[in-house]
Every structure is written in structure tokens, then in C-alpha cells.
Nanobody, 124 residues
Framework: QVQLVESGGGLVQAGGSLRLSCAAS????????MGWFRQAPGKEREFVAT????????YYADSVKGRFTISRDNARNTAYLQMNSLKPEDTAVYYC?????????????????WGQGTQVTVSS
């Protein structure tokens, strides 16, 4: 059984920063790509960022490029999402997920395990 547990969400003012963590257990974490997605009220879940199995390659949604940074520590079985220059439109529940492959994936269909989500609220 794979478990992913997100943490680090909260309330922050526009322009502020948050760092989300995703702790994984029950699987060889380092063998698979990871991704972050988000879902705002009344909207579909959308891709935010992805990182390859080794951490050597990353890819971002245009809406967060230059502001967010995805990373991973395979020794700690943990992935991170550093979010800077936050905007009110970044408000959403953020989910981490592990993929069934090693490369970069932007579609949620490539991810087979998901965390429970952590709320990020950015006030204006």
C-alpha cells in the first residue's frame, strides 16, 4: 500500500511563500516520477509541476513557471513544492502524486497514487 502525505499548506498573503512537502511510504520512491496538482473550488484538477525519478528534469505549468520550484529528496522519500510570489489565484487544494513511470507527465492519468491534499489560501 502506497501512502502520500502532504503538509505545509496554510494561509498566506499575496506575495508570500509556502513550501509544501509530500512524504511517501510503501513504495520505491526513487523509481518513479512525482507531480503536484491543484484544484480550486468549482474547477477541475490542474497540473502544476512534475519531476523525473532522479530529480534531473522538471516541468511546470505556465501559470507557475518562475514562481514555483519542484524538488525531491530520494533519501528521505519526500518531494517538495516551493511556492514564491503567491497570488490569490493560486488558492486551491494541492495534491502530490506518484506516476507509474520515470519521466515527466502533465496529465493526471499517468499518476496512480495520490495524497489527501493540503489547502493553500492566498489572501489579497
Amino acid at each position: 500500500q502506497v501512502q502520500l502525505v502532504e503538509s505545509g499548506g496554510g494561509l498566506v498573503q499575496a506575495g508570500g511563500s509556502l513550501r509544501l512537502s509530500c512524504a511517501a511510504s510503501g513504495r520505491i520512491f526513487s523509481a518513479y516520477a512525482m507531480g503536484w496538482f491543484r484544484q480550486a473550488p468549482g474547477k477541475e484538477r490542474e497540473f502544476v509541476a512534475t519531476i523525473s525519478w532522479s530529480g534531473g528534469n522538471t516541468y511546470y505549468a505556465d501559470s507557475v513557471k518562475g514562481r514555483f520550484t519542484i524538488s525531491r529528496d530520494n533519501a528521505r522519500n519526500t518531494a517538495y513544492l516551493q511556492m514564491n510570489s503567491l497570488k490569490p489565484e493560486d488558492t486551491a487544494v494541492y495534491y502530490c502524486a506518484t506516476a507509474w513511470g520515470r519521466d515527466l507527465y502533465t496529465s493526471y492519468t499517468y499518476y496512480n497514487y495520490w495524497g489527501q491534499g493540503t489547502q493553500v489560501t492566498v489572501s489579497s
